[in-house]
């Protein structure tokens, strides 16, 4: 059984800076696309970034300041977040699929979310 398991999230000023990670068990991620999501209250979930062995993705709103990253003898995922500005605040989903994507119905697993709040 896959499971993803999140932690870092929490309450920071504007310009700050938080460190996501992703715990997987069950999936060997380095053969799978590992992707971050988040979902603020009243919208839809969107994609922020994924990894595969091929690269990296991201969406406009956080190039440049946003890093996504793995370390494969962890089994982790991580989601450098820098000069947060306070419409990133959601809940940040890590996801498991099995193709590079930025859809996240092609997404297989899913964890339980982290909340990230930045305050102004």
């Known amino acids: 059984q896959v499971q993803l398991v999140e932690s870092g999230g929490g309450l920071v000023q504007a310009g700050g800076s938080l460190r996501l990670s992703c715990a997987a068990s069950?999936?060997?991620?380095?053969?799978?696309?590992m992707g971050w999501f988040r979902q603020a209250p009243g919208k839809e979930r969107e994609f922020v970034a994924s990894?595969?062995?091929?690269?990296?993705d991201y969406a406009d709103s956080v190039k440049g300041r946003f890093t996504i990253s793995r370390d494969n003898a962890k089994n982790t995922v991580f989601l450098q977040m820098n000069s947060l500005k306070p419409e990133d605040t959601a809940v940040y989903y890590c996801a498991s699929g099995s193709i590079r994507a930025t859809s996240p119905r092609l997404y297989d697993y899913w964890g339980q979310g982290t909340q990230v709040t930045v305050s102004s």
């Open positions: 069950g999936r060997t991620i380095s053969g799978y696309t």
């Open positions: 990894i595969t062995w091929s690269g990296a």
